[in-house]
C-alpha cells in the first residue's frame, strides 16, 4: 500500500500479503466505515487505485479481503 500519508488516491498492490482483492473497507477513528469498495477480478500483480479525495486529512484504517476471508487490516494517514 503506497504513498503513506497519501493525499487523492490510495494504491494497493496485489500479491504483498492477498493475491486477490474481493473487498476494501476505510474506516475512521470511531469505526465509521466511509469507503465499502468490492472488487471481484483483481488478481495477483494487478493494482488497485482507490480514491480518497473526499476524506479529511487524519489517520483511518483499512481492511482488505479476499475470497477466502483472509484480512489483512493496516493504517495509513490522509493529508492535504
Same mark, same amino acid.
Given at each position: 500500500?503506497? =504513498?503513506? =500519508?497519501?493525499?487523492? @488516491?490510495? @494504491? ?44 479529511? =486529512? ?23
Amino acid at each position: 500500500m503506497y =504513498p503513506i =500519508p497519501a493525499s487523492d @488516491n490510495l @494504491n494497493i498492490a496485489i500479491g504483498e500479503d492477498l493475491n486477490t482483492i474481493d473487498k476494501v473497507f476505510i474506516t475512521n477513528s470511531v469505526g465509521q466505515t466511509l469507503i465499502s469498495k468490492d472488487y471481484s477480478n483483481i488478481v495477483n500483480n494487478d493494482n488497485v487505485d482507490l480514491d480518497i479525495s473526499n476524506l479529511i =486529512p487524519g489517520l483511518y484504517f483499512i481492511e482488505i479481503s479476499d475470497k477466502d476471508a483472509n484480512v489483512i487490516k493496516r493504517t495509513f494517514v490522509k493529508i492535504q
